[in-house]
């Protein structure tokens, strides 16, 4: 498979639009449905993601017979869809784009553009909200749906997904740019041309910056300034970690912010403190995905964190710290086990203050890295740049 690399864009993230918005506000009872989510969680929880963005609700969709239900509350009104329910004749119409689908509550007869067919499960009526069957009415809207079983999380997609990254065809030779190099020089001395380092790593110039990471050329002498001389311990460079975004997901080009000053405080004495992450900007609700196996062993709120969760990983040899959330997804619990590349979260802008603080800062993913023996933070920059290379491939085409 092919490595990726991040590519540099000023494209801002836009609202999510989509034939329906779903906007749940619901309680989860009614005659043979159960809640996606546990009944307790430590903090908000998302269960639907719209074109790539978590769309917050009060409680989870629901599901019946392997069905999920959410129902329908608001729909974005630039899109042209509409939703309908006539009390009377107990019908919910869904128009958009030429498309209708008429569905009868409590019955499993639907009519799409005026054809019958029969659902797995019927639209029902649960605390006087309209709950409907979320797969057939995407797909019937000509929509792509997905059900993440791992996270509890329903995927719609409501145009074609657009893979964001641009391919580095081959990293296995990394090579840290030092003082005074030039492109030309670290061509020469690797046996390689400045062109053929600038196709392997989409360079559009031929500027550098000191510590920069650049990708050798296949064919280039292996790699006289090596990434592994600049990090800590060289098995956090394998293939088992993951980048915390997918191949689908927009952030902002990121620097190495470890250890620079922060002034925000919880005594508020004016004291500064050292940054013991990188931050990486992305539009509120961004998924972010595990970087590792491992086991949760803290989750909820921080006062610098907002909400936050640790992961220890899989050797125990270090803690992966992913804060300011906006919310996780149902059912993650202190124990829980993760796999490398599960959504856990989504990207927000929660923290520095007491419980449910937001707006303090512009919605980013704080990503830490610490020693499991001591608690001491460690620089995860060059991890990051190393696991931007295998990213989490988005579930649609």
């Known amino acids: 498979m ?10 801002l993230w836009t609202s999510v639009l989509g034939a329906f918005l779903l906007w749940t506000g619901f309680v989860a009872s ?17 269960s639907l993601v719209i074109d790539g963005k978590g769309i917050a609700a009060d409680v989870s969709p629901l599901r019946q017979n392997g069905r999920m239900l959410v129902p329908i509350r608001v729909i974005a009104e630039s899109t042209g869809a509409n939703v309908n329910y006539d009390a009377s004749a107990r019908q919910v119409t869904v128009t958009e784009n030429g498309k209708r689908v008429v569905l009868l509550v409590d019955s499993r007869t639907a009519f ?3 054809a019958r067919v029969t659902m797995d499960a019927p639209a029902q009526l649960v605390q006087q909200r309209t709950v409907v069957p979320i797969r057939f009415v995407s797909e019937s809207l000509g929509y792509q749906v997905q059900w993440d079983e791992l996270a509890g999380v329903a995927m719609i997609q409501t145009k074609p997904a657009e893979n964001i990254a641009a391919v580095i065809p081959y990293t296995s030779n990394p090579y840290v740019v030092q003082p005074g190099d030039t492109l030309s020089e670290i061509a ?19 500027d550098l910056q000191v510590h920069q990471l650049l990708f050798l050329p296949k064919d280039a002498k292996r790699s006289e300034h090596p990434l592994t001389k600049e990090v800590q311990d060289s098995r956090l ?30 005594s508020s004495n004016g004291s500064v403190r050292g940054h013991e992450g990188i931050d990486i900007m992305a539009p509120k609700g961004t998924p972010v995905y595990s970087a590792a196996d491992g086991t949760i062993n803290r989750i909820g709120w921080n006062t610098y964190g907002g909400w936050r969760i640790n992961i220890t990983d899989k050797e125990g040899r270090y803690r992966l710290y992913y804060a300011h959330l906006s919310a996780y997804v149902p059912g993650l619990q202190v124990g829980g086990t993760i796999q490398a590349g599960q959504l856990i ?3 927000g802008d929660s923290g520095y203050g007491g419980m449910g603080t937001v707006g303090m800062f512009e919605p980013h993913l704080h990503f830490g890295l610490y020693k499991n023996s001591d608690g001491k933070a460690i620089d995860p920059y060059y991890y990051l ?10 579930r649609f085409s």
């Open 112 to 114: 799409v553009d005026g």
């Open 345 to 347: 979260g989504f990207v």
């Open 237 to 266: 460079l394998d293939d088992s970690y993951l980048f915390p975004f997918s191949d689908s997901s927009w952030y902002e080009p990121y620097g190495d912010s470890f250890g620079s000053d922060r002034e925000w405080t919880e």
């Open 2 to 11: 092919n490595c990726c690399l991040h590519r540099n864009s000023n494209r």
């Open 30 to 46: 009614g005659a043979g449905l159960t809640s996606v989510s546990a009944a307790s969680e430590p903090g908000p929880v998302i």
């Open 188 to 206: 020469r001395q690797h046996d390689t041309t400045a062109q053929a380092l600038k196709k392997n790593n989409n360079l559009i110039t031929e």
């Open 385 to 394: 740049r190393c696991w931007e290379q295998k990213k989490v491939e988005s």
